[in-house]
């Protein structure tokens, strides 16, 4: 395997280290309410002699991420959450800090779950999860970590679809604060940092134009809106996928067309999927679409776009345009282009979220961390949400930091709210 391997770190090159930390502290510029939280944990230490595996997309916002929680105390290792999503250089500057460090941009399956293996060797109180890869891992290979753990934070949809599924099945060992299902993350950092990220990064692998384009969004739930919104604000015709009516609905009323995948593959010109279900996109919307058709992935795992299948009925194989930009070619000539290799496409060909949208998500994730520290031994083993005062006090700090003010109840409106005596 490529990259040098340390017992500390595996990554590509620890020469990358200055210019991650320039991007680093560029990313920390647009990250003011993490900034305040590592102020406070670096004077009150709430994760004191806490270990913390996070298992995350190693980015310029994750790495602000990690130095808050080293500021509260902890000691963290950190590995992929997906393998290709990994900013090298930002690897290597968190792993020439004394970081653990198990990350390889383009790292094969085999890899990728050696890294998470090596990163739970630290023996984690906590796991900061992206996608329930670590948690599942853990209740399936590494059980002699269950007595030690104090619960897990989840950072995306999928990942909570799997846990949940976990607690209805019953095998759920330890508590887990759902992240991703604060107000604060997905009204924000799904809806907003999803939607021009995802757009970045189709644009920087194909450098088309999206004016004029007809772009089939699959799937509206806070990613798909935020995709949705800024497709047709760039000048696309969108048509939006669904199986949820009430969603659907929504769509509708939004201005989108809708309508079953089958009936939109003729019609578009990209294919977006964003639902976190498998083969969302799959042979009779290949057959039907038309030549040249492009497929992207916003959803966490590469397989909502049946690539299996793809490849199967490729008469010639797939050949590379452009990096993430492979081009398959079935019976008659017809081409169907897909990006990122069906993975995030965001994070393949870009760099993920902005950091002032990651700012939030990343503040719920470090707060969150050390409440399940103050309650651990308390909490059931199943899926919170993140406590309420958590989400609250992220979005006061995001809009002190904005320089905005809002107005406050007065101890009459208070009562009155508190009340049912009053009516006409």
């Not at 509708?252 to 809708?258: A, E, I, K, L, N």
């Not at 496409?345 to 990343?362: K, T």
């Not at 059931?380 to 905005?404: F, H, N, S, T, W």
Request: glycine share 8%.
């Amino acid at each position: 395997m490529a990259g040098s391997t340390d017992v500390r770190y595996d990554i590509k090159d620890i020469g990358l280290a200055e210019a991650g930390r320039r991007r680093i502290a560029w990313a920390a510029r647009e990250m003011p309410v993490l900034g305040l939280i590592r102020q406070s944990f670096e004077r009150d230490r709430p994760l004191e002699g806490v270990r913390i595996v996070a298992c995350v997309h190693v980015t310029t916002e994750t790495a602000n991420l990690a130095y808050t929680l080293r500021a509260g105390g902890a000691e963290a290792a950190i590995c992929a959450s997906n393998p290709l999503s990994t900013q090298d250089d930002v690897a290597a500057a968190l792993a020439a800090d004394g970081f653990r460090v198990y990350a390889i941009k383009g790292e094969d399956n085999e890899t990728y779950y050696r890294h998470i293996h090596q990163a739970l060797d630290l023996r984690p109180h906590i796991v900061i999860d992206d996608g329930a890869d670590v948690v599942t891992t853990i209740h399936r290979d590494r059980r002699e970590l269950i007595p030690e753990m104090y619960g897990s934070t989840e950072e995306t949809t999928t990942g909570v679809i799997r846990l949940r599924a976990m607690e209805r099945d019953g095998v759920l060992a330890f508590p887990v604060i759902a992240v991703n299902d604060a107000d604060t993350k997905h009204f924000f950092d799904n809806r907003y940092g999803t939607g021009q990220s995802t757009l970045d990064g189709i644009i920087r692998a194909t450098n088309i134009l999206l004016a004029g384009k007809t772009v089939v969004v699959a799937g509206y739930g806070w990613c798909g809106k935020g995709i949705a919104m800024r497709a047709r604000g760039m000048g696309a015709k969108v048509i939006v996928t669904e199986v949820n009516p009430i969603r659907a609905l929504e769509a509708v009323m939004d201005g989108y067309r809708v309508m079953p995948m089958v009936e939109a593959a003729p019609e578009g010109d990209i294919f977006i999927t964003a639902t976190g279900n498998i083969n969302v996109i799959d042979r009779q919307h290949f057959e039907a679409m038309k030549d040249g058709a492009m497929l992207a992935n916003a959803g966490h795992f590469n397989a909502e776009i049946n690539l299996t299948m793809l490849d199967d009925i490729a008469v010639e194989g797939r050949e590379v345009l452009r990096p993430y930009v492979e081009e398959y070619r079935l019976s008659g000539g017809k081409r169907i282009i897909v990006l990122g290799e069906g993975r995030l496409i965001n994070l393949v060909a870009a760099e993920g979220h902005p950091a002032s949208v990651m700012d939030m998500s990343f503040a719920n994730q470090a707060l969150s961390a050390a409440y399940l520290v103050r309650e651990a031994g308390r909490l059931e083993k199943r899926v919170y949400q993140v406590p309420e005062e958590i989400d609250v006090e992220v979005a006061r700090l995001k809009l002190k930091a904005m320089g905005i003010a809002i107005d406050q109840l007065t101890p009459q409106q208070e009562e009155y709210l508190r009340s049912w005596q009053s009516g006409t």
